[in-house]
């Protein structure tokens, strides 16, 4: 079936270095995604979104990538800090339907 | 900026309960959604709701109803609490074709 998925569940980093988590989907149909951070004790929060006709998109120290061909995104995170330690989840959506498809989450590990 | 809002972060109720989670959100939209959400299996959709009084079963909606009398509230009904029941709730709202925002979810505990 069609799924999305994480590559890795733990990513460990020290302050200061970039992360970058990946994501891979399989439903080519998919053309809206979507990256969310949920820190212990909270509901996901919205980081930062991108559609199939772009290739990347940056926002405040965080950048995603869409690679179409092989149907990956990725978040990277620059200066990665303490504060970024939490689970980031992407998530894909097919044009027309209201419910997207949530993968399974990474977990980014900061240490100071 | 879009505002979810889950009434309780913490319920502890008994079995055979009947256990009601609400929701409300501060915009004009249509599309709200329950999710459950338990380690290792992610976020799962027990229902959602794309207006007023419309509902449309999720992935799990067994044990579950759920309530949309007016558009910024929706609500979640366990008719029965079961110990199974026990998780984290998570209730979102969506505009139009934009992210999902999210509440910061209720932990429910079943005893």
């Known amino acids: 079936g069609e799924s999305v998925g994480l590559h890795l569940p733990t990513l460990s980093v020290q302050e200061g270095d970039n992360s970058i988590i990946n994501c891979a989907y399989s439903n080519s149909a998919s053309d809206y995604f979507i990256w969310y951070k949920q820190e212990s004790g909270k509901g996901p929060q919205f980081i930062i979104d991108i559609r199939s006709n772009m290739d990347k998109r940056q926002g405040q120290r965080v950048t995603v990538l869409l690679n179409k061909t092989v149907k990956h995104l990725s978040l990277q995170i620059a200066a990665t800090q303490p504060g970024d330690s939490a689970v980031y989840f992407c998530?894909?959506?097919?044009?027309?339907?209201?419910?997207?498809?949530f993968g399974r989450g990474t977990s980014l590990i900061v240490h100071p | 900026d879009v505002k979810v809002t889950q009434s309780s972060r913490y319920l502890v109720k008994r079995t055979g309960e009947k256990v009601f989670l609400e929701c409300v959100q501060d915009m004009d939209h249509e599309n709200m959604f329950w999710y459950r959400q338990d380690p290792g299996l992610g976020l799962r959709l027990i229902y959602f709701?794309?207006?007023?009084?419309?509902?449309e079963k999720g992935d799990i909606p067994e044990g579950y109803s759920v309530s949309r009398e007016k558009k910024e509230r929706f609500s979640l009904i366990l008719e029965s609490a079961s110990t199974n029941q026990t998780s984290m709730y998570l209730c979102a709202g969506r505009s139009g074709e934009g992210p999902q925002h999210f509440g910061d979810g209720t932990r429910l505990s079943i005893l």
């Open positions: 998530a894909e959506n097919r044009g027309g339907s209201y419910i997207p498809t």
């Open positions: 709701s794309y207006d007023v009084k419309m509902k």
